[in-house]
């Protein structure tokens, strides 16, 4: 996994290499300069040799702006059509100020560079084939929103054809959180001494395009014993997360699960979370439905087994159920699901208000449906210890009775919040999704896609990590949850992205993406 780390600590690391390393800071701005250079041929190889193009780097008046100068510096002379725009030259960051004035003296000599003032967006446009606008406006820590002239020439830049590369971290996005009102939309952002939270949440993937770390020559030590509570999770890490079968297992030992899911209005609920179970090596799975819709569940799956719950023929989850369930549910059960497509009558919400409570010893995955009870009620009613909460942003914004922008420009805060004080683990679906445990530390998911945005994928997820809970079995219970909701997430994420790649966005449903969870196991084993 990869630390990510927050402005304030990446201030401090600068403070670090100047006052500890000894390391003067126009070294550090050059450093970071030529290793962008090197970034941006590396991975613009192609286009800078099949295409006329054009950079034009944008530069801020503190050191962003002195690392946009040094920059243009090495792209002019290495021979690359350059035009540096510069917001202002009065005021600058002392390095910054020594970078300008070299560049205003190459001006006057390399064709290839021109050196302007900003005066008008109009100075943004470019008749090559291929324009390269380069952010060197405002780094990490800027204050936000932004005001004149940054907002026009970002609103202008995001208007423009071309490529599109933020230095540190584009212009207008927090640093900390992903939020933006408005912000420069790149397509590489080259993150500059270590990789910063913000560039991975929120509105951050809208805006970041790929992320890629640009050194500034103190070397990894300093990161490497720099504490985090957030990390990006990485396709190596997940191998080792995922349960070991033993050669004389048989089906219980591999995993009993109980699910209670479906109803009469939202039929297909259920399914999908069983099919994903059974996708998860889970050895004995049991779904638990109304019973006036048993026959038809157990015709559309036969590998398992069905039991109907007393239903008064109403084809819901309702008071009478729960003797029912209270008799057939113990804790012979290795893990319960709990919420996908049941409905939200005020029986059902009653009902699993009571199961919830009576069941707080079985691990659970909490979904959907369950959340409303929940919340209707209120979190702090519950023991949620031993359960996994899966909601997404509108779900959470019940459960906390928060307004979904409040939670988006707070996120990290809220989550951890919400996390210790429930001591509970929280997979927060979104794009990206981010766990919350509660042992104060949070998981970024860097994988998934846009097609996986329909209908029936978090049954999906709910259905995978139920079966993989069930085969948790003797690990510490804060790393079980832990460890189950970051495997469970990439594989879900994974299976999305192999049906996004093999049939498109567009047709990446739910049904597809199970379909695919055997592939992603496999491609996690032989990585």
């Known amino acids: 996994m990869k630390k990510l780390f927050l402005t304030r600590q990446i201030v401090e690391t600068d403070r670090f290499a ?3 390393l000894k390391i003067p800071s126009i070294i550090l701005m050059e450093n970071a300069a030529l290793n962008a250079y090197k970034a941006i041929i590396e991975n613009l190889n192609k286009i800078l040799r099949a295409k006329k193009t054009e950079f034009i780097v944008i530069c801020g008046k503190g050191n962003n702006g002195g690392d946009g100068f040094a920059l243009s510096r090495h792209l002019a002379t290495n021979n690359y059509l350059v035009k540096t725009i ?7 960051a002392h390095d910054s100020q020594i970078n300008f004035n070299i560049l205003n003296q190459l001006s006057k000599t390399l064709n290839n560079l021109s050196l302007h003032k900003y005066e008008n967006i109009n100075q943004l446009e470019s008749s090559a084939e291929i324009p390269i606008y380069i952010d ?8 936000l929103p932004l005001k004149a002239p940054y907002n026009s020439i970002v609103e202008k830049i995001n208007s423009l054809k071309g490529f599109k590369i933020a230095i540190d971290i584009p212009t207008g996005l927090d640093s900390d959180n992903g939020w933006t009102d408005l912000a420069f939309k790149a397509n590489l952002t080259i993150c ?3 990789l910063k939270r913000g560039l991975f949440i929120n509105q951050a993937r809208e805006y970041c395009g790929k992320i890629i770390e640009g050194d500034i020559g103190i070397g990894n030590f300093y990161f490497d014993n720099l504490p985090s509570e957030t990390f990006l999770i990485e396709k190596k890490d997940i191998k080792e997360l995922l349960p070991i079968k033993s050669k004389i297992i048989h089906k219980y030992s591999s995993g009993r699960t109980a699910i209670i899911a479906g109803s009469k209005d939202y039929f297909g609920a259920a399914i999908l979370c069983v099919k994903a179970c059974e996708k998860s090596g889970a050895g004995a799975i049991t779904l638990f439905v109304p019973d006036s819709l048993r026959l038809f569940y157990q015709n559309a799956l036969p590998e398992i087994i069905v039991k109907g719950y007393p239903d008064n023929n109403e084809g819901y989850l309702i008071s009478n159920s729960i003797d029912f369930l209270n008799h057939e549910i113990n804790e012979k059960y290795d893990s319960i699901a709990i919420g996908c497509g049941l409905g939200r009558k005020i029986e059902t919400m009653e009902a699993i208000d009571y199961l919830i409570k009576k069941f707080d010893n079985i691990p659970k995955v909490i979904d959907a449906d369950a959340f409303y009870a929940i919340g209707k009620i209120g979190v702090k009613n519950f023991n949620l210890q031993n359960s996994i909460l899966t909601p997404h942003l509108k779900e959470f914004s019940f459960l906390t009775n928060l307004h979904t922008q409040d939670i988006l420009r707070n996120y990290f805060e809220i989550g951890f919040s919400f996390a210790n ?6 997979f927060l679906k979104g794009a990206p999704s981010v766990i919350f445990s509660y042992n104060k530390k949070a998981y970024v998911f860097p994988n998934g896609n846009p097609g996986m945005a329909k209908f029936g994928t978090g049954d999906v997820l709910a ?29 879900h994420n994974l299976a999305g992205d192999l049906c996004s790649q093999k049939l498109s966005e567009f047709s990446c449903f739910s049904d597809k993406i199970i379909e695919y969870l055997p592939y992603a196991f496999k491609d996690i084993s032989n990585s």
Not at 86 to 92: F, H, M, Q, R, V
Not at 136 to 143: I, P, R, T, V, W
Not at 421 to 426: A, I, M, Q, V
Not at 463 to 490: H, P, R
């Open 18 to 20: 100047i006052e500890e």
């Open 86 to 92: 510069y917001i202002s030259n009065e005021n600058l």
């Open 136 to 143: 060197a406006m405002l780094g990490s820590g800027a204050k």
């Open 192 to 194: 500059l001494g270590s």
């Open 421 to 426: 004080e429930n001591k509970t683990t929280l």
């Open 463 to 491: 259905g995978l990590m139920c079966g993989l809970l069930a085969q948790f079995k003797d690990i510490n219970s804060c790393d079980k949850y832990e460890k189950c909701s970051i495997a469970a997430g990439y594989l």
